[in-house]
T-cell receptor, first 114, second 116 residues
Framework: AAGVIQSPRHLIKEKRETATLKCYPI?????VYWYQQGPGQDPQFLIS???????DKGSIPDRFSAQQFSDYHSELNMSSLELGDSALYFC?????????????FGSGTRLTVV | AQKITQTQPGMFVQEKEAVTLDCTYD???????LFWYKQPSSGEMIFLIY??????QNATEGRYSLNFQKARKSANLVISASQLGDSAMYFC?????????????FGKGTMLLVSP
């Protein structure tokens, strides 16, 4: 079965650089979520999209932006990277009317800022 | 206030024993969903089990069962016959409201170590 695909799996950037993370949700899933998980922390919600429109916003810094494209893939753009942005970034997708099927997470992108 | 509370930072269990991971939640919504996820050291987030607030029976998925006590607002995960591969971080999470586009809120997690 198709899963949520995230790329790249690992990314190393220097401070003040930019990074773009990509997420390809499960086909026909209409909602995409982005989460940030710092070392030893629980995942924190950043932003979500429903049918390509932003639907909810969490603790996403102004330096970050995200969008969902016509093919439903989503990108998280991170600028002026800081050391504290080093984390595991998850994308998850779900079908709005089938919440009990769960939110399927991708394998994550591990971002290291040096 | 914390919406999801996992009071056990770490748990140790021997192989083949059962273990219960605690989770309490706080919501004023009548409709909500409770989830358990497993995160091994490799980092991926693996969905284990789901309990809806209106489900009268406790959810079960293979060796996993969810002990849902609505009045106490608890949703404990029970793993029967632990295996070495069960060693991982376990997160309890909640979706408030009915819609599947509501975000998940996670607890701090419980690290489970299974010894031979």
């Amino acid at each position: 079965a198709a899963g949520v695909i995230q790329s790249p799996r690992h990314l190393i950037k220097e401070k003040r650089e930019t990074a773009t993370l990509k997420c390809y949700p499960i086909p026909r899933h209409d909602t995409v979520y982005w989460y940030q998980q710092g070392p030893g922390q629980d995942p924190q919600f950043l932003i979500s999209f429903y049918e390509k429109m932003q639907s909810d916003k969490g603790s996403i810094p102004d330096r970050f932006s995200a969008q969902q494209f016509s093919d439903y893939h989503s990108e998280l753009n991170m600028s002026s990277l800081e050391l504290g942005d080093s984390a595991l970034y998850f994308c998850a997708s779900s079908l709005r009317d089938k919440a009990s099927y769960g939110y399927t997470f991708g394998s994550g992108t591990r971002l290291t800022v040096v | 206030a914390q919406k999801i509370t996992q009071t056990q930072p770490g748990m140790f269990v021997q192989e083949k024993e059962a273990v219960t991971l605690d989770c309490t939640y706080d919501t004023s919504d009548q409709s909500y969903g409770l989830f358990w996820y497993k995160q091994p050291s490799s980092g991926e987030m693996i969905f284990l089990i789901y309990q809806g607030s209106y489900d009268e029976q406790n959810a079960t998925e293979g060796r996993y069962s969810l002990n849902f006590q609505k009045a106490r607002k608890s949703a404990n995960l029970v793993i029967s016959a632990s295996q070495l591969g069960d060693s991982a971080m376990y997160f309890c999470a909640m979706r408030e409201g009915y819609s599947g586009y509501s975000t998940l809120t996670f607890g701090k997690g419980t690290m489970l170590l299974v010894s031979p």
